[in-house]
């Protein structure tokens, strides 16, 4: 069983940053690929991004590009996506999940994000 935790949500201005992270247990992020996903009330929930589990391969909705990153921060353990530019579209509950390619087992609780104009 892959416990997924995510943190660093919180309420930011537009075109402002934030950094989430998602903390799994042992060596979860070798085992699985790693994709974030959001949803806001009312609509589906949509792939944001994700990181193959070597860590060399990326991938991003087109929404995101240039302004997302998602990397494997290896001092504390995570998958972080780091968000910049943040737009008041990109208010959401952000998941990260742990699979293999689109099929995702895994998902964390989910937190908020909440960008203001």
């Known amino acids: 069983q892959v416990t997924l935790v995510e943190s660093g949500g919180g309420l930011v201005q537009a075109g402002g940053s934030l950094t989430l992270s998602c903390a799994a247990s042992?060596?979860?992020?070798?085992?699985?690929?790693i994709g974030w996903f959001r949803r806001t009330p009312g609509k589906e929930r949509e792939f944001v991004a994700s990181?193959?589990?070597?860590?060399?391969?990326?991938d991003y909705t087109d929404s995101v590009k240039a302004r997302f990153i998602i990397s494997r921060n290896y001092a504390k353990n995570t998958i972080d996506l780091q968000m910049n530019s943040l737009k008041t579209e990109d208010t959401a509950v952000y998941y990260c999940?742990?699979?293999?390619?689109?099929?995702?087992?895994?998902w964390g609780q989910g937190i908020q994000v909440t960008v203001s104009s």
């Open positions: 999940a742990a699979g293999w390619g689109d099929n995702y087992r895994y």
């Open positions: 042992g060596r979860t992020f070798s085992m699985y690929d």
């Open positions: 990181i193959y589990r070597g860590g060399s391969q990326t």
